[in-house]
């Protein structure tokens, strides 16, 4: 008996952002094309005018410092554009390499701004000792680096707030579609928000994984589709393989919301010789070099921070003393580097004796998992609020950095309700000092749950070097400011 013809299978696109086509033959080139040059196109600008204006302060101020007298300009800027055309070029191509001109969403931060700078400075500094410049002062390459990152820093906040601005007046959107369990999308959805690096994103649909998610993909509502957001929390591997490759055969990008475990491995060490392939989790403990580094600039930087401070902390502790009874700092318990105790310096902000009214309390805790928090705590004075609202009343956590038990920048320390309630592979977070700031702070800090935010410990944990920790820094002023998350 002669069977039946099967059914053909759909035929696949021709698109597939894993073919090694030109550029030029795929689709709307030119409209690509031109968005990135002219997204390039503006940083290099941004990049050059921070540097032509950083140098020339620099020579203003060296001017001024060895010769106190009226400044020639045109002297200066004649110096300045004998070095410039060869510092614009070393520039532009450090920054390059460094990815500080990569798509929006990839690029990054200030921490990376600064160490591109230095290594601009170092690379100028050899090329001049190399070709027997005559030298009158070697102060002037870090002064003239730090006000050239300075300025970048500022003019490429300045761009990226403008620029996204206009994307938005002119609703330029990405349209992504979430895949997974519905209660996996859900978080995901709450915990992504609207928005993302500036760029605005729309939620097309959210699917389960299989013939769904194949109908969607084909159905022509979804064909101007950016990307495909996968929540792939208890798919079975060869589920996420599928879906990755149904999505790259129509020219659809994929990412992946990763779970606890791949954060773990992504610095995992690779073990040959071994049957199946292994990878050996090493602790996240800072040691040798990299806590020499994070040390020497924990003590330094939280130094200047006590120093400059000194006034602004005499009227915060005068405000605090004429308002309400009590003393001015409160010596917080915490949970810090091994898990263990210390007393967390902060000005006090609530009345005498709340600690003991927190039990009274718990029924209006708005925070999840192993947290506490009130928007409108009744034990809070009129001056904490304001501290508070600005974070002003965890200045003197740098007290405890200069004395060892935290760092600038880690994992934020719990007190001991809220590490009690941890579970096991939350403590990992305590292996590194705790931080005045941290991921938790620019990330969204309480807006986020409690297991998100341990993930953002994890990463830190596993990915950890100094220019992160200045990016950070950076960013927790204006995440400060703007309140984010914050009760």
Known sequence: MRQSPQPLAPPLPVEDIRSARPYILRPSPFKTFARRALSVAGLVVVDLAGLTIGLYAALSLRSEVRDPK???WNLLWTQETNWLPFLSLILVLVFWRSRLYAPRELREGAGQIVASVLLVAV????????TGQHFTTFGFYPVAALFIAVLISLFRWSYETVTGALMRSFGVRRR????????????????????????????A????????????????????????????????????????????RRGV???????????????????????????????????????VVKRAFDVIVAALIAVIGLPF???????????SRGPVLYADPRVGLGERTFRMLKFRTMVQGAAGAQASLESANEASG???????????????????????DEFPNVLNVLRGEMSLVGPRPLPLRDHAMLDQWHRRRSDVLPGMTGLWQIAGRS?????????????????????LDISIMVKTLPAVIARRGAY
């Open 447 to 467: 807006d986020l749950s409690f297991d998100d935010l341990v993930r953002l410990d994890v990463y830190y944990l596993e990915n950890w070097s100094i220019w």
């Open 70 to 72: 009226p400044i020639l």
């Open 370 to 392: 192993a947290l506490f928090k009130i928007r409108n705590d009744p034990r809070v004075t009129s001056v904490g609020r304001f501290l508070r609202r600005y974070s002003l």
């Open 205 to 248: 649909g959210e699917v389960l994984p299989g013939p769904e998610l194949l109908s969607a993909l084909s159905a022509d509502g979804l064909s101007d589709l950016d990307e495909l957001i996968v929540a792939d929390a208890g798919l079975e591997e060869g589920e996420l393989l599928e879906i990755v490759d149904l999505a790259h």
């Open 313 to 323: 902390w005499l009227l915060i502790a005068a405000a605090i003393k004429l308002t």
């Open 253 to 291: 990008k994929v990412r992946v919301a990763p779970r606890t475990t791949e954060l773990l491995i992504s610095r995992g060490e690779y073990v040959p010789g071994q049957a199946v392939p292994l990878f050996e989790l090493r602790p996240p403990i800072l040691a040798g070099t990299d806590w």
């Open 176 to 203: 992504a579609l979430l895949v997974g369990e519905p209660e996996s999308v859900e978080h995901l959805r709450n915990s992504l928000g609207g928005s993302r690096s500036g760029i605005d994103y729309v939620f």
């Open 123 to 130: 690379l100028s500094l050899a090329f001049a000792i190399g």
